[in-house]
C-alpha cells in the first residue's frame, strides 16, 4: 500500500507540472500566428512564407524566420517572435 500511494502522489504530481506546459503556444501555432502577423503588415505582402525546418524555440518565446515578398516584387527576410504565453507576435529584420 505505501508503495502505491507513492507512485500515486510522484505520478499526480508530473501531472501538475506539466499543465503549465501543455497551455504555452505550440511551435505549429506559433507560425500560423507568424504569418497572419506578417500578412497584416502595412504594406500588404504579396506572400509570406514560414522557414519551419529553422524555426526554434525556448520556455517562453518561439522564433521563426518568416521570408515575404512585396508588392513590388522585393522580397525580404524577417524574425518572427512568439510570446508562448500571450501568443503575441514581434516581427524584426532579419540581421
Do not use: F, Y
Not at 520556455?59 to 524577417?78: E, F, H, M
Amino acid at each position: 500500500m505505501k508503495t502505491a500511494s507513492v507512485i500515486a502522489a510522484l505520478v499526480a504530481g508530473v501531472m501538475l507540472s506539466a499543465a503549465p506546459a501543455l497551455a504555452k503556444t505550440s511551435v505549429s501555432k506559433s507560425t500560423k500566428i507568424c504569418e497572419e502577423a506578417a500578412k497584416a503588415a502595412t504594406p500588404a505582402p504579396k506572400s509570406v512564407r514560414s522557414e519551419d525546418s529553422k524555426a526554434t524555440q525556448n520556455d517562453t518565446t518561439v522564433t521563426v524566420p518568416l521570408r515575404v515578398k512585396n508588392a513590388d516584387d522585393t522580397s525580404a527576410q524577417l524574425i518572427c517572435t512568439v510570446d508562448r504565453e500571450t501568443a503575441k507576435a514581434t516581427l524584426a529584420p532579419a540581421t
